[in-house]
T-cell receptor, first 113, second 113 residues
Framework: GNSVTQMEGPVTLSEEAFLTINCTYT??????LFWYVQYPGEGLQLLLK?????DKGSNKGFEATYRKETTSFHLEKGSVQVSDSAVYFC????????????FGTGTKLQVIP | DVKVTQSSRYLVKRTGEKVFLECVQD?????MFWYRQDPGLGLRLIYF???????EKGDIPEGYSVSREKKERFSLILESASTNQTSMYLC????????????FGPGTRLTVT
Protein backbone atom coordinates (compact mmCIF):
# COMPACT_ATOMS: atom_id res chain seq x y z
CA GLY A 1 0.00 0.00 0.00
CA ASN A 2 0.89 3.67 0.02
CA SER A 3 3.20 4.98 2.72
CA VAL A 4 5.16 8.09 3.62
CA THR A 5 8.28 8.17 5.75
CA GLN A 6 9.66 11.42 7.08
CA MET A 7 12.50 12.21 9.41
CA GLU A 8 11.74 12.18 13.07
CA GLY A 9 11.95 15.34 15.07
CA PRO A 10 12.13 17.50 16.81
CA VAL A 11 14.43 19.59 14.68
CA THR A 12 15.89 22.62 16.43
CA LEU A 13 17.54 25.35 14.38
CA SER A 14 18.77 28.84 14.97
CA GLU A 15 17.10 31.67 13.08
CA GLU A 16 18.44 32.07 9.51
CA ALA A 17 19.73 28.48 9.39
CA PHE A 18 19.09 26.22 6.39
CA LEU A 19 16.29 23.69 6.76
CA THR A 20 15.90 20.24 5.23
CA ILE A 21 13.19 17.81 6.26
CA ASN A 22 13.48 14.49 4.46
CA CYS A 23 10.48 12.67 3.05
CA THR A 24 10.33 9.45 1.02
CA TYR A 25 7.28 7.63 -0.23
CA THR A 26 6.07 4.27 -1.47
CA UNK A 27 3.30 4.16 -4.02
CA UNK A 28 2.51 2.63 -7.37
CA UNK A 29 1.97 4.88 -10.33
CA UNK A 30 2.16 8.65 -10.11
CA UNK A 31 0.90 10.12 -6.85
CA UNK A 32 0.59 13.80 -6.04
CA LEU A 33 2.86 14.93 -3.20
CA PHE A 34 2.23 17.54 -0.53
CA TRP A 35 3.71 19.31 2.43
CA TYR A 36 1.26 20.47 5.07
CA VAL A 37 2.10 22.66 8.06
CA GLN A 38 0.39 22.75 11.45
CA TYR A 39 1.02 25.81 13.61
CA PRO A 40 0.43 25.48 17.36
CA GLY A 41 -3.24 25.18 18.21
CA GLU A 42 -4.38 25.02 14.59
CA GLY A 43 -5.38 22.48 11.98
CA LEU A 44 -3.20 21.54 9.04
CA GLN A 45 -2.86 23.82 6.05
CA LEU A 46 -1.35 23.11 2.67
CA LEU A 47 2.15 24.55 2.31
CA LEU A 48 3.05 23.33 -1.19
CA LYS A 49 2.38 20.54 -3.65
CA UNK A 50 3.70 18.83 -6.77
CA UNK A 51 1.63 16.69 -9.07
CA UNK A 52 4.21 15.08 -11.38
CA UNK A 53 7.84 14.04 -11.50
CA UNK A 54 10.43 16.87 -11.50
CA ASP A 55 7.82 19.45 -10.47
CA LYS A 56 8.96 21.89 -7.82
CA GLY A 57 6.43 23.17 -5.33
CA SER A 58 7.19 26.42 -3.55
CA ASN A 59 5.52 28.76 -1.07
CA LYS A 60 6.63 31.21 1.64
CA GLY A 61 10.31 30.47 0.87
CA PHE A 62 9.85 26.70 1.20
CA GLU A 63 10.59 24.40 -1.74
CA ALA A 64 10.31 20.70 -2.50
CA THR A 65 11.05 18.80 -5.72
CA TYR A 66 9.21 15.63 -6.76
CA ARG A 67 11.98 13.08 -7.40
CA LYS A 68 10.56 9.92 -8.87
CA GLU A 69 13.93 8.18 -9.23
CA THR A 70 14.59 8.44 -5.49
CA THR A 71 10.88 8.50 -4.46
CA SER A 72 11.56 11.60 -2.40
CA PHE A 73 10.01 15.01 -1.73
CA HIS A 74 12.36 16.75 0.69
CA LEU A 75 11.33 20.12 2.14
CA GLU A 76 13.91 22.93 2.14
CA LYS A 77 14.13 26.54 3.19
CA GLY A 78 17.21 28.70 2.91
CA SER A 79 16.72 30.83 6.01
CA VAL A 80 14.21 29.87 8.69
CA GLN A 81 12.44 32.30 10.99
CA VAL A 82 11.01 31.87 14.47
CA SER A 83 7.55 32.05 12.89
CA ASP A 84 8.30 28.85 10.95
CA SER A 85 8.15 26.85 14.18
CA ALA A 86 5.45 24.26 13.53
CA VAL A 87 4.87 20.61 12.69
CA TYR A 88 5.41 19.67 9.04
CA PHE A 89 3.66 16.73 7.39
CA CYS A 90 4.61 15.09 4.13
CA UNK A 91 1.69 13.46 2.31
CA UNK A 92 0.72 11.71 -0.90
CA UNK A 93 -2.53 11.46 -2.79
CA UNK A 94 -3.19 8.52 -5.06
CA UNK A 95 -5.92 8.19 -7.62
CA UNK A 96 -8.47 5.44 -7.44
CA UNK A 97 -9.57 5.82 -3.85
CA UNK A 98 -11.90 8.80 -3.53
CA UNK A 99 -8.88 11.06 -3.12
CA UNK A 100 -7.63 9.67 0.15
CA UNK A 101 -4.39 11.17 1.34
CA UNK A 102 -1.67 9.28 3.20
CA PHE A 103 0.21 11.39 5.75
CA GLY A 104 3.62 10.96 7.33
CA THR A 105 4.00 11.13 11.09
CA GLY A 106 5.06 14.77 11.12
CA THR A 107 8.31 16.55 11.98
CA LYS A 108 8.32 19.23 14.63
CA LEU A 109 10.51 22.23 13.87
CA GLN A 110 11.58 24.65 16.54
CA VAL A 111 13.44 27.80 15.51
CA ILE A 112 15.23 29.69 18.24
CA PRO A 113 16.25 33.36 18.00
CA ASP B 1 -11.24 31.47 1.79
CA VAL B 2 -12.35 27.95 2.46
CA LYS B 3 -13.55 27.56 5.99
CA VAL B 4 -13.91 24.33 7.90
CA THR B 5 -15.28 24.69 11.40
CA GLN B 6 -15.56 22.17 14.21
CA SER B 7 -18.12 22.41 16.97
CA SER B 8 -15.71 22.40 19.91
CA ARG B 9 -12.01 23.06 20.45
CA TYR B 10 -11.91 21.14 23.73
CA LEU B 11 -14.22 18.45 25.03
CA VAL B 12 -14.13 16.33 28.17
CA LYS B 13 -16.38 13.27 28.37
CA ARG B 14 -16.77 10.28 30.66
CA THR B 15 -16.21 6.66 29.68
CA GLY B 16 -19.36 5.17 28.15
CA GLU B 17 -20.87 8.48 27.05
CA LYS B 18 -22.08 9.01 23.49
CA VAL B 19 -20.06 11.79 21.88
CA PHE B 20 -20.87 13.87 18.81
CA LEU B 21 -18.24 15.86 16.95
CA GLU B 22 -19.58 18.19 14.29
CA CYS B 23 -17.83 19.59 11.23
CA VAL B 24 -19.13 22.15 8.76
CA GLN B 25 -17.52 23.39 5.53
CA ASP B 26 -18.66 26.35 3.47
CA UNK B 27 -17.14 25.62 0.05
CA UNK B 28 -19.55 23.06 -1.36
CA UNK B 29 -16.88 20.32 -1.21
CA UNK B 30 -17.99 16.82 -2.10
CA UNK B 31 -15.45 14.99 0.08
CA MET B 32 -15.22 15.18 3.83
CA PHE B 33 -12.89 13.32 6.20
CA TRP B 34 -12.37 12.59 9.88
CA TYR B 35 -8.87 11.92 11.21
CA ARG B 36 -7.40 11.43 14.62
CA GLN B 37 -3.97 12.77 15.40
CA ASP B 38 -1.75 11.15 18.03
CA PRO B 39 1.90 11.82 18.87
CA GLY B 40 4.24 9.62 16.88
CA LEU B 41 1.41 8.24 14.75
CA GLY B 42 0.59 11.24 12.60
CA LEU B 43 -2.88 11.45 11.09
CA ARG B 44 -4.98 8.33 10.76
CA LEU B 45 -8.15 8.28 8.71
CA ILE B 46 -11.27 7.20 10.59
CA TYR B 47 -14.02 7.67 7.99
CA PHE B 48 -14.64 9.68 4.88
CA UNK B 49 -17.62 10.64 2.78
CA UNK B 50 -17.74 11.46 -0.92
CA UNK B 51 -21.39 12.47 -1.08
CA UNK B 52 -24.44 13.05 1.07
CA UNK B 53 -25.45 9.88 2.93
CA UNK B 54 -22.37 8.07 1.57
CA UNK B 55 -19.54 6.92 3.79
CA GLU B 56 -16.46 4.76 3.59
CA LYS B 57 -14.36 3.28 6.36
CA GLY B 58 -10.87 4.56 6.74
CA ASP B 59 -7.97 2.87 8.45
CA ILE B 60 -9.28 2.89 12.04
CA PRO B 61 -13.12 2.91 12.02
CA GLU B 62 -13.63 0.68 15.06
CA GLY B 63 -15.57 2.41 17.82
CA TYR B 64 -16.72 5.24 15.54
CA SER B 65 -19.60 5.98 13.21
CA VAL B 66 -20.41 8.95 10.99
CA SER B 67 -23.37 10.79 9.55
CA ARG B 68 -23.67 13.04 6.54
CA GLU B 69 -27.25 14.23 6.03
CA LYS B 70 -26.29 17.52 4.36
CA LYS B 71 -23.43 18.25 2.00
CA GLU B 72 -21.82 20.81 4.27
CA ARG B 73 -21.96 18.83 7.51
CA PHE B 74 -20.13 15.67 8.56
CA SER B 75 -20.53 14.28 12.07
CA LEU B 76 -18.34 11.83 13.92
CA ILE B 77 -20.00 9.74 16.61
CA LEU B 78 -18.36 7.82 19.41
CA GLU B 79 -21.10 5.40 20.44
CA SER B 80 -19.54 4.61 23.83
CA ALA B 81 -16.45 6.66 24.54
CA SER B 82 -13.40 4.92 25.93
CA THR B 83 -10.16 6.29 27.33
CA ASN B 84 -8.20 5.09 24.29
CA GLN B 85 -10.25 7.51 22.20
CA THR B 86 -8.64 10.46 23.93
CA SER B 87 -7.06 12.29 21.02
CA MET B 88 -7.08 15.28 18.69
CA TYR B 89 -9.79 14.93 16.04
CA LEU B 90 -9.39 16.75 12.75
CA CYS B 91 -12.02 17.26 10.09
CA UNK B 92 -11.10 18.03 6.47
CA UNK B 93 -12.84 18.58 3.15
CA UNK B 94 -11.84 18.63 -0.52
CA UNK B 95 -13.21 18.99 -4.01
CA UNK B 96 -13.97 15.84 -5.93
CA UNK B 97 -11.86 16.91 -8.86
CA UNK B 98 -9.01 18.62 -7.07
CA UNK B 99 -5.50 17.23 -6.80
CA UNK B 100 -6.29 15.83 -3.36
CA UNK B 101 -5.70 19.10 -1.56
CA UNK B 102 -7.56 18.95 1.75
CA UNK B 103 -8.72 21.85 3.90
CA PHE B 104 -8.66 21.26 7.63
CA GLY B 105 -10.60 22.54 10.60
CA PRO B 106 -8.84 23.63 13.81
CA GLY B 107 -9.36 20.31 15.56
CA THR B 108 -11.18 19.10 18.66
CA ARG B 109 -9.11 17.94 21.61
CA LEU B 110 -11.21 15.17 23.21
CA THR B 111 -10.37 13.82 26.63
CA VAL B 112 -12.23 10.75 27.89
CA THR B 113 -11.94 10.16 31.62
Amino acid sequence: GNSVTQMEGPVTLSEEAFLTINCTYTATGYPSLFWYVQYPGEGLQLLLKATKADDKGSNKGFEATYRKETTSFHLEKGSVQVSDSAVYFCALGKSGGYQKVTFGTGTKLQVIP
Amino acid sequence: DVKVTQSSRYLVKRTGEKVFLECVQDMDHENMFWYRQDPGLGLRLIYFSYDVKMKEKGDIPEGYSVSREKKERFSLILESASTNQTSMYLCASSYQGGAYEQYFGPGTRLTVT
